[in-house]
């Protein structure tokens, strides 16, 4: 495994920083990418950043894709065909400190 400079919560919120509005499954891959040099192979790697329920999701970053149609669970909500992630002030700040580390300037 390389030497990472960055946690993987780090890695996120400075990717999504960089290129906002992409989907989960986008920010995953660029996530699995950097932590072992290849692409998901399975869909339910690490996604636990960026669960309904993810402890980050909220207050880090929020998917801002409109909820065009009902999801299929118990309850009656509504989802969208592909998400569209942004940070909040507190995932903008936490990828600044993450670029920071690295040397970068955002």
Not at 43 to 49: D, E, Q
Request: some cysteine; overall charge positive.
């Amino acid at each position: 495994m390389p030497n990472l400079k960055l946690t993987g919560i780090e890695y996120l919120c400075l990717k999504m920083a960089t290129t906002p509005g992409k989907s989960g499954r986008w920010y995953l891959n660029e996530l699995h990418k950097y932590k072992f040099a290849k692409p998901i192979t399975a869909t339910s790697w690490n996604a636990l950043y960026l669960a309904p329920s993810g402890k980050y999701r909220g207050i880090l970053f929020n998917d801002l894709s409109p909820k065009s149609r009902p999801s299929h669970g118990v309850f009656t909500t509504h989802c969208s065909k592909v998400g569209s992630y942004h940070l909040t002030p507190a995932g903008h700040k936490k990828a600044q400190i993450a670029a920071q580390k690295i040397g970068l300037d955002i």
